[in-house]
């Protein structure tokens, strides 16, 4: 008897008769994808390459990057990590110069799998120089509406839910997004700087009759009611722009001008899934550094480690000029438009591994 076998199962996506009943979504990708790029050559975009090896992947506090090592002719090794997103080598191409550019390309991210999350997926990112956020917040409505055109659909659909991408669109407030769908006062969990305060949240979602667990951060409660109780809700019907993050809850956005505690910060919602993040980018390098600190500092702590700032990035910052920037998750809009459950039901080759 021959001892058991310790491969993985045999992954049969490339079997043809799973392959042929996927194939319609994947023609239906490409279509989008060839649509994207048209509206972005109309636009006036040019299409960049970012590379995915960096030496600082991001800093944000929950996000994960996948690390290698480059090997020096010298035989010496450096750590680099695949990017989880293109943003960093875009910005300084912006303060080279450039003023509307967009990158269509693949981007990694650890600890992520799910219906809607893959470890490696492919974003679409752009910018504006010298233009408000309003003007990739209507970039994004004018490319959901060319998703549907595309693919012959009046509606966007995930899993029992439709959304209209040609309604006027809903553009609300996190504030009184948490106000409405949980009973949470936000403001009054932050001073007039914007600087939170945990146990005030805290006590606001034990109010409203929320659980709060035995130890927590004020980001930590954020997220859980986002999450649990307000983006379920959004982009029924009709797409939602949800507008002005508290600060605490934007690294790499400026603040609003007309109050401190909020930021430039939007996401767009279509059947209660997330498609697209975007900001009135922060210049200030000083402040930037000072945010990614604050970020590496919060990762240590809860998972263990940092990642490098960039330095050449916050020597970039105070060469751009203000801009908007956004990133739309391709994949997820493919999904929305041919009604897919999953995301690898619209990936050419699925990653195979680490989807426990």
């Known amino acids: 008897m021959s001892a058991p076998s310790s491969l993985p199962p045999v992954s049969p996506w490339w079997t043809p008769s799973v392959h042929a009943d996927r194939r319609p979504a994947l023609l239906a990708r ?38 290698t090592t480059a090997i020096g002719n010298d035989g010496v090794g450096e750590t ?11 910005k300084k191409l912006l303060a080279a110069g450039e003023r509307r550019i ?22 679409l990112e752009w910018y504006r120089a010298g233009e408000s956020y ?17 693919t012959g659909v009046t ?51 034990r109010r409203v009759g929320l659980e709060v667990p035995r130890q927590y951060t004020w980001s930590y409660l954020f997220s859980r009611v986002l999450v649990e109780k307000v983006e379920p809700n959004l ?18 956005a ?36 000072r945010r990614f600190a604050a970020e590496m500092d919060e990762k240590q702590r809860l998972y263990g480690e940092t990642y490098p700032l960039d330095e050449d990035l916050l020597a970039a910052l105070p060469l751009m000029e203000e801009t908007s920037g956004v990133a739309l998750g391709f994949d997820r809009l493919v999904m929305l438009a041919v009604g897919a459950r999953r995301i690898e039901d619209v990936l050419w080759v699925p990653v195979v591994g680490g989807d426990r």
């Open 30 to 67: 490409n279509r989008i994808e060839l649509a994207v790029r048209n509206y972005l050559a109309s636009h006036d975009f040019l299409l960049v390459d970012p590379p995915g090896l960096q030496r600082s992947p991001g800093n944000e506090t929950h996000l994960h990057a996948f690390a």
């Open 80 to 90: 680099l990590y695949l990017h989880t997103s293109p943003e960093f080598s875009m």
């Open 102 to 123: 967009a990158s269509l390309g693949h981007v990694w991210r650890n600890r992520e799998r799910s219906a809607l999350h893959h470890p490696e997926f492919t974003m």
């Open 134 to 150: 309003d003007a990739v917040i209507a970039d994004c409505l004018n490319l959901l509406r060319i998703a549907a055109e595309t």
């Open 155 to 205: 509606a966007l659909k995930f899993r029992g839910r439709d959304c209209d991408p040609f309604a006027e669109p809903e553009r609300l407030g996190v504030v009184e997004a948490f106000e409405h769908y949980a009973g949470v006062d936000l403001l009054a969990t932050m001073d007039a700087a914007g600087e939170t305060d945990a146990e005030t949240l805290a006590a606001e979602l």
């Open 235 to 252: 982009g029924l019907g009709r797409v939602t722009v949800l507008d002005r993050y508290p600060a605490a809850e934007a690294a790499l």
């Open 254 to 289: 400026r603040r609003t001008g007309d109050d401190r505690r909020l930021a430039e910060r939007f996401e767009l919602y279509a059947c209660g899934v997330e498609l697209a993040n975007g900001f009135g980018e922060l210049t200030d390098a000083a402040e930037q550094r």
